[in-house]
C-alpha cells in the first residue's frame, strides 16, 4: 500500500510510504528532499522516532536540545534551543525550510500536583500555541504532528474528558492545533498515543524499566494494586505511527472530508492493566517478587482505547508487535545491557 504525502509542492509532495506484507514503512520514493524537526528527540519515543527517519532515507533531521549542541552523523544534526521560551520556535521554523515537524518536547506527567498543572500548561499548551503561530507564519505547507494522549478524549469530538493536568493540558492543545487546521488550513494532526512501553526507555522509574531491573536484580517491584486499563503500545509502533502521521494523507478515492485526519489514535487497541504487564514480566524473568498494593493507585479515570481501524483507514498504520512479544524484546534489551 502506498500512502501519498501531503501537497504544497517541491520534495514534499513528491514523496511517499509504503507498507511491507508484515506492516513495516519504507520509503519508495527518495525522501532526500526532506527536512524534518523533531522536538524532544533525547527523549523515549523520540529517540526511537529519529533512528527510523534516518533509516527511511529522509535528507535532514533536525533535533533540539536545551544543553549545548550535540554531535552526530548526517542526515542528523542537533539544535541548541528553549522551547519553553517564548519566541524560541519563531526563531527555530524562521532559519530552516522544515517539511514536516513532531512536536514531543513535552513534560509527561500522571501527578496532580499545582506544580504539575503549571508545568502541564508550560510544556503542552503554551508551547503549543507558540509553535503553531510560528508555523502559520514561516512554514505554513509543513506537516505538524503534535502528541496527544490517550488519557483524554478526542475535544473535538464531545466533552473533553481526563484524568490528569497532562491529560487535560494535552486536550487543550488539541483544541489549539484544531483550530489552525479548521481556520487557518494547517496541516496539522494531533497523534493521540497510548502507554509506550520497549527498549532504551531513558526514564528508569516508569512502570515497565523499573519492574524488569527490579526483578533481574531479584528484588521486590513496590507496586499499586495494578488494575487501572489503558492502551499500551510497543515503541517502534509508535514511532511508526508518528511517521504515518508526518505522511501520510487519505487516498484520493477516499469518503473522509479533509478534517477526518484532524486526530489518529496511536495505540494496540487492547485495553489492559498494569498487573498483566508486570505479571507477564515476572513470568519472563523468573526471579524477583511482585508486591501488589504497596503503593498508590493513579489517581483518575482508566484511560481511552485507540481507535485503530479509523487510523488504519486514513493512513495504512496498524501496530505490528504484540503485547508478549513487545515485553520479551524489552526484556532481553535489559538483560543485554546488563551483559555489556
Known amino acids: 500500500m502506498t500512502v501519498p504525502a501531503p501537497g504544497g509542492g517541491g520534495p514534499a509532495a513528491a514523496s511517499s510510504l509504503s507498507f511491507a506484507t508484515n506492516g513495516s514503512i519504507t520509503a519508495s ?11 524532544g528527540a533525547s527523549g523515549f519515543i523520540g529517540r526511537h522516532l529519529v533512528q527510523r527517519l534516518a533509516t527511511l532515507g529522509v535528507g535532514r533531521i533536525v533535533c533540539t536540545s536545551r544543553a549545548s549542541k550535540r554531535e552526530a552523523e548526517p542526515p542528523i544534526e542537533w539544535v541548541t534551543a528553549d522551547l519553553g521560551e517564548r519566541g524560541a520556535f519563531d ?37 503549543t500555541g507558540d509553535l503553531l503561530v510560528a508555523a502559520l507564519e514561516h512554514c505554513p505547507d509543513a506537516r ?4 496527544g494522549s490517550l488519557e483524554a478524549s478526542d475535544p473535538l469530538c464531545g466533552p473533553a474528558e481526563f484524568g490528569s493536568p497532562y491529560a487535560a493540558a494535552k486536550a487543550t492543545a488539541h483544541i489549539l492545533a484544531g ?33 524488569i531491573d527490579t526483578l533481574l536484580d531479584g528484588g521486590r517491584a513496590r507496586l499499586s494494586q495494578g488494575l487501572r486499563i489503558e492502551d499500551w503500545i510497543y515503541v517502534d509502533d509508535a514511532a511508526d505511527g508518528l511517521i504515518v502521521a508526518a505522511f501520510a494523507e487519505p487516498p484520493p478515492d477516499s469518503t473522509d472530508t479533509p478534517d477526518s485526519a484532524d486526530t489518529l489514535d496511536i495505540g494496540s487497541g487492547h485495553p489492559t492493566c498494569a498487573r498483566d504487564i508486570v505479571q507477564k514480566l515476572r513470568a519472563l524473568i ?37 503485547l508478549d512479544e513487545g515485553l520479551r524484546k524489552t526484556v532481553d534489551w535489559h538483560r543485554r545491557r546488563r551483559n555489556g
Not at 144 to 147: E, F, T
Request: glycine share 10%; net charge positive; proline share 9%.
Open 144 to 147: 505538524i504532528v503534535m502528541p
Open 286 to 322: 523468573g526471579a524477583g517478587e511482585l508486591a501488589f498494593g504497596e503503593l498508590p493507585d493513579r489517581p483518575g479515570p482508566p484511560g481511552f482505547i485507540a481507535d485503530v481501524e479509523t487510523t488504519t483507514r486514513l493512513t495504512g498504520w496498524q501496530p505490528r508487535v504484540p
Open 179 to 211: 483550530a489552525a487546521r479548521r481556520l487557518h488550513r494547517l496541516p496539522v494532526v494531533t497523534a493521540r498515543i497510548g502507554f509506550v512501553y520497549g527498549p532504551d526507555d531513558p526514564n528508569g522509574k516508569r512502570l515497565v524499566p523499573y519492574t
Open 91 to 127: 526563531a527555530l521554523l524562521g532559519s530552516h525550510r522544515f517539511t514536516r515537524v513532531i512536536h514531543l518536547a513535552t513534560h509527561a506527567s500522571g501527578a496532580q500536583s499545582v506544580a504539575a498543572f503549571r508545568a502541564a500548561v508550560d510544556s503542552c499548551v503554551t508551547a
Open 29 to 39: 520514493r527518495s525522501l532526500t528532499g526532506e527536512t524534518v524537526l523533531v522536538t
